[in-house]
């Protein structure tokens, strides 16, 4: 109870009674014409004692009743939140050509960004950032791999075509993204593909129906597609249309500042997961509302 409320409680009960004075068991009660009487159990203290005790009695209802409202507030404010989290990191629907529901799996230590899709079989490993607005859409094409480190940055999609996969240690991936990759904003990655470790996809860029081995680092713009593999360490240019192998085996090497750009990205995004779950606290946000506690 405020004590604010309390000495005003006093205030207006020794107005009308006078002034007390508890240094002894007595009651002293002076009124303005400066006539003074003891009482002792007399019906103005037991007025002043009971008085109080109403009025301590009906703000600790008051004050049950507001703590009460708060509670059943937040518990409709986290039932909706609940609600909310389904749609947006949940199974695959069931349907004739996935007929059975698969769960994320998603490491304690990534970071899932609000605004962002995760449906179905998909594993991601730890220290994995994910920034705002990404779909990874695993109802068709399934099932998907982002490893360790990896960072997918605003607007990039993951989806994959039904029953088309690249093998990876004996087991079949609609989209299979190694370790240490960058995928940067905007870019789509569509299944089936492979992506091998410490790999830098640029902005905007397209990877449908290809292997890309590790290192490799695509700019902006370009597209690798129509069943080519890429040797590992090679760079793909601005705006490449590398849709034959003949393209893809003509591709040089990284230059050393394409790699250091990488890595440059890669030591940034490698903080953001353990940042943003600071930051977050116990909340999670999928749509911009928490899940998950």
Sequence with gaps: ???????????????????????????????????????????????????????????????????????????????????????????????????VQRY?????????????SVIGDVRIKDNVYVAPNVSIRADEGTPFYIGSNTNLQDGVILHGLVNKRFPVGGKGYSIFIGNKVSVAHGALIHGPCYIGNNTFVGFKSIVYNAIVGEGTFIAYNAVVTNGVRIAPNRFVPPGANIDTQEKANALRRVPADGEEFARDVQRVNQEFPASYHLLFGSHRCSCGMPYGH
Excluded: W
């Excluded at 005003?8 to 009308?16: G, P």
């Excluded at 003891?38 to 703000?59: D, E, G, M, R």
């Excluded at 304690?108 to 605004?115: E, G, L, M, V």
């Design 1 to 99: 109870m405020p004590m604010s409320l309390i000495a005003a409680a006093f205030s207006v009960l020794f107005l009308s009674l006078g002034k007390v004075d508890v240094s002894t068991k007595k009651f002293k009660v002076s009124y303005k014409n400066e006539h003074a009487f003891l009482y002792s159990n007399t019906k103005y203290a037991q007025a002043l004692f009971i008085q109080l005790h109403i009025l301590l009695v009906q703000v600790s209802f008051m004050k049950g009743e507001v703590i009460l409202s708060e509670r059943k507030k937040e518990k409709r404010n986290d039932d909706n939140h609940n609600d909310s989290f389904a749609p947006f990191i949940s199974p695959n629907p069931v349907t004739s050509f996935n007929p």
């Design 104 to 116: 994320p799996k998603i490491d304690k230590t990534a970071f899932i960004s609000p605004f962002c």
